[in-house]
């Protein structure tokens, strides 16, 4: 069934021009026949609003949103310090964490079962060595780690966020220091045994170091949310044949 927009009868090559940009959707036809749908609503309303002329249907889009959206409420200076307050760990910085670990190293040929097994037990063994433990943890790395960092008993050094993946960054920055961390930690690279030593806490940035940042983010975000409205409501407005709800009919 033809798909028809406000008059308009969407060709292949409305549809072909869309498929890039949606290429890695799980199905790229109705994705790319869902955009060429929002493309013809959001071009009839420039004709409709009578907007001038553009080089391109993508910069008269972006001047029909800009011009729909100019009054898009700002957030305020309230609302900006209320995000804040709500989740201040996220302004941390230079939190750091001096790490070893023993890597059972995952390859394309190792029996998985068997490798996680075998670090779970020496994880196991160095939990019940008790004042042991870091001597205890440092031949095992010597001997089992498959990183280099084994030669030293496991050591990394410091690391702080963002240095290293998120899996393990989320284990050390949870695990207080001089502990083990209490489960094994997997990666892409493997099984890993995290022991934390020390860990220097950073700050939280103030307030008004990070205001416009939040403020930038806010904006986005209400910008986001304005768009979504508009072009749902000019698609409720649009008539439309052959398609309804991201499908064709």
Known sequence: MAVIVNGTELTDDDIERELPANADTPDAHQAALTAAVLRRVLLDEAARLKLAPAA???QLIEALLDHQLAGTAAPTHEECERHYLADQERWRVNERARVSHILFQVTERVDLAALKKRAQQTLDELVSAGTDVELRFVDAARTLSNCPSGMDGGAL????????VAEFERAVFAAPAGTLCPALVETEFGFHIVRVHEKSPGKVLPFEQVELRIRDAMSLALRDLAEQRYVTEAVARADI???KDGNAL
Request: charged letters at 45%; hydrophobic letters at 15%; zero cysteines.
């Open 56 to 58: 391109s249907d993508e």
């Open 241 to 243: 044949k052959g398609w």
């Open 157 to 164: 050094g410091e690391i702080g966020r963002g240095d290293t």
